[in-house]
């Protein structure tokens, strides 16, 4: 029988600290978009942790928050035993790929290169692990948001960090490659 694994407040707390700022830049006219990833430059640095929290507009900020909290609540009622080292992949090292790979030099934020990571992740380990819960959760992610999944990795607006979706999706995909035989994930 399959067991849920628990509680985390860990993806409440990032939603918390993403609206706190976002409160902060709208109500003080702040632009904390330098604090967002700057490939390949020292200034953009700080990014690789602070990125998810900073937002553009009232349309970012709610296009991530119900995924972050539904994902990341998942990813952790699931698979409890390894979701910090998924988030965390998900959060760090997509980040980093940005910093290290993106051809462009513009600032990136928001946390949506988390989400496609969770995304991916939660599509492919049901798949790989062929159990009915995580299979049937794999299938309800994919139809809520394939769709939007494939077209965000393309490069068509200039305005989207296509690179965060797509370093977020591909860190995703390994995580579920490179877990997929541990016995305990819940």
Same mark, same amino acid.
């Given at each position: 029988?399959?067991r849920? +694994?628990?509680?985390s ?5 990032l939603v918390f600290?993403?609206? $706190? ?7 003080f +006219? @702040?632009?904390l978009?330098?604090l967002?990833? %700057?490939p /390949? ?6 990014g690789? =942790?602070? $990125?998810?929290?900073i937002?553009?507009?009232?349309q970012?900020?709610l296009?991530?928050t119900?995924?972050v ?5 998942a990813?952790?009622?699931?698979y409890g ?7 965390f /992949?998900?959060? *760090?090292?997509?980040n980093l790929? @940005?910093w290290l790979? +993106?051809? /462009? ?5 928001? $946390?949506?290169?988390?989400v496609?990571? *969770?995304? $991916?992740?939660?599509?492919l380990f049901g798949? *790989?692990r %062929?159990?009915?819960?995580?299979l049937?959760l794999?299938i309800?992610?994919? *139809?809520?948001?394939g769709?939007?999944?494939f077209?965000g990795? =393309?490069?068509i607006d200039?305005r989207?960090s ?5 370093f977020g999706?591909?860190v995703?995909?390994? +995580?579920?490659?490179t877990?997929?035989?541990k %016995?305990r @994930?819940?």
């Amino acid at each position: 029988m399959y067991r849920h +694994s628990g509680y985390s407040p860990l993806p409440f707390q990032l939603v918390f600290l993403m609206w $706190a700022v976002f409160y902060i830049q709208v109500n003080f +006219s @702040v632009d904390l978009a330098f604090l967002g990833i %700057k490939p /390949r430059a020292t200034e953009g640095l700080p990014g690789i =942790l602070f $990125a998810p929290m900073i937002h553009g507009s009232l349309q970012h900020i709610l296009g991530n928050t119900a995924p972050v909290l539904f994902l990341g609540s998942a990813l952790y009622f699931f698979y409890g035993r390894i979701g910090n080292t998924v988030f965390f /992949r998900c959060y *760090l090292i997509t980040n980093l790929l @940005v910093w290290l790979l +993106s051809p /462009r030099a513009s600032y990136h934020i928001g $946390a949506s290169g988390l989400v496609y990571g *969770l995304s $991916a992740f939660m599509i492919l380990f049901g798949v *790989l692990r %062929k159990e009915l819960v995580p299979l049937l959760l794999s299938i309800f992610i994919f *139809l809520l948001y394939g769709g939007a999944f494939f077209y965000g990795v =393309l490069p068509i607006d200039p305005r989207v960090s296509w690179e965060s979706h797509l370093f977020g999706a591909l860190v995703g995909v390994v +995580s579920a490659i490179t877990l997929r035989t541990k %016995k305990r @994930v819940t």
